[in-house]
């Protein structure tokens, strides 16, 4: 069982940055690859990125090449996701993702069996 809670979202202008945290309490932490996603207002969900439950594996999706980076640290049982040179489109509510049973990460959805409650990232132009 994992519990998931997000932080460091907000209002910023473009062009900003934010570091995106999410604290996993739980063992399987530790050995779960992680993801994060997004949805925009009136969208669906989709991927951002995810990484191994090392961290020495990461993808990411095609829009989130280049600004986007995801981290993680075991020791301290979180995920980070840097985003740089933030854009009005960036604006969503980010969640963070488990799927311990996946190897070495997942780009879809459903196979992520715990997620948090989402945090609010706003970025005005």
């Known amino acids: 069982q994992l519990q998931l809670v997000e932080s460091g979202g907000g209002l910023v202008q473009a062009g900003a940055s934010l570091r995106l945290s999410c604290v996993a309490s739980?063992?399987?932490?530790?050995?779960?690859?992680m993801g994060w996603f997004r949805q925009a207002p009136g969208k669906e969900r989709e991927f951002v990125a995810a990484?191994?439950?090392?961290?020495?594996?990461?993808f990411y999706a095609d829009s989130s090449k280049g600004r986007f980076t995801i981290s993680r640290d075991n020791a301290k049982n979180t995920v980070y996701l840097q985003i740089d040179s933030l854009k009005p489109e960036d604006t969503a509510v980010y969640f963070c993702?488990?799927?311990?049973?996946?190897?070495?990460?997942?780009?879809?959805?459903?196979?992520?069996?715990?997620w948090g409650q989402g945090t609010q990232v706003t970025v005005s132009s």
């Open positions: 993702a488990a799927a311990p049973k996946i190897r070495p990460y997942t780009i879809h959805d459903r196979e992520y069996d715990y």
């Open positions: 739980g063992r399987a932490f530790s050995s779960s690859s």
């Open positions: 990484i191994s439950w090392s961290g020495g594996g990461t």
